[in-house]
């Protein structure tokens, strides 16, 4: 008899161990999803937020040392606004000669970005691309 209680006392505690190894492991993953969760939400509610605008005349854009476009915060949230954080396509090909101020756009300012490149007379199109994929496209001529 004491050898059959001593192996049930064995198995129930082997079942609470295993019992408590398999909640442990079911807790972490759902913590480890929550967290993920929260960081994919605070992505989108960024990139949903932010907006922008090129506001320059198609018909004429000004030159100072490189094409002057002007950037305009549409969005409700400020965001970076710098060479590192900027894309700029011309045409579909990357223009790295660029130069951006200010450092960062609140709601409702407006940046210039200078784009130091050579253009062919006739229609181009600007692409900008801020650092979290919220893109605009600007036909214009030179």
């Not at 300012?109 to 253009?119: E, P, Q, R, S």
């Amino acid at each position: 008899m004491a050898g059959e209680t001593t192996a049930h006392l064995i198995l129930f505690i082997t079942a609470v161990i295993l019992a408590s190894s398999v909640s442990t492991v079911a807790f972490v993953t759902v913590q480890k999803m929550a967290i993920g969760f929260e960081h994919r939400g605070n992505d989108l509610i960024n990139y949903l937020s932010t907006d922008f605008e090129i506001i320059n005349d198609p018909t004429t854009i000004p030159y100072d040392n490189g094409y002057v476009f002007y950037i305009k915060n549409t969005g409700e949230r400020e965001f970076p606004f710098t060479n590192d954080t900027v894309t700029v396509l011309i045409d579909g090909v990357v223009v790295n000669d660029i130069y951006t101020t200010p450092f960062s756009l609140k709601p409702g300012d407006v940046g210039i970005l200078k784009v130091n490149t050579t253009l062919s007379s006739g229609d181009h199109r600007l692409t900008v691309v801020l650092y979290n994929g919220v893109s605009k496209s600007f036909d214009f001529e030179v």
